[in-house]
């Protein structure tokens, strides 16, 4: 049974970016271990499923626990950069949809099969600027552990997540606004939307 593709979690970044607050509509009512916990019991279920989802039963089956669990609208935004003040409506939400189509396909290709692994949440505390930290870690037969911290923030009543670091310092979200600014200011909003659908639609057609 193919087995999820851990090494492609361990990504290039630097620092953590935390997200702006942004006004979205209300999503799971949870503590910040809560709303990872949760997305992690679906993101083992649908491995558990994988081969009988396949690729685009797993896409759609993540859709909608990660569209509660991460405030995509904000990790866009801050992934954008200065650029983000300069789109217009429209464009900021297409950013936003492809942004999202890219994030669930990334989870849907990565997490492709089930081994045995579990996931563990080790602690929470606080972080910067009114943040919390979940301190978790996906739990490997035979293998060492990889560690997981979900930067959430709170909006209205909910928390959300609005950053991973891998590894104990790789921020995604610090990678993603690295490669987005350099499709920015090469080609601005338009450019960054196209090339996103098109990687969404490189993984589904996988």
Known sequence: MPKPNFRKLILRGGAVFLALVLAVPSAFAGSPSEVVETFHQTLLDVMKRAAELKLRGRYEQLTPPIETTFNLS?????????????????????????????????????????????????????????????????????????????????????????????SGGISELAVRRSEYNTILNDGGPKELIARLNQKADQMLAN
Not at 84 to 102: C, T, Y
Not at 142 to 157: E, I, Q, S
């Open 74 to 166: 904000v990790m866009i935004q801050v992934a954008s950069g200065t650029k983000w003040r300069g789109a217009s409506d429209e464009e900021k939400a297409k950013l936003i949809d492809a942004f999202r189509r890219v994030s669930v396909g990334t989870y849907a290709a990565r997490f492709d099969g089930f081994s045995g692994e579990k996931f563990e949440t080790v602690g929470e505390q606080d972080g910067p600027s009114g943040s919390r930290l979940v301190l978790t870690r996906i739990m490997r037969p035979n293998k060492d552990a990889v560690p997981l911290t979900y930067v959430t923030r709170k909006f209205g009543d909910d928390w959300r997540v609005v950053d991973v670091i891998v």
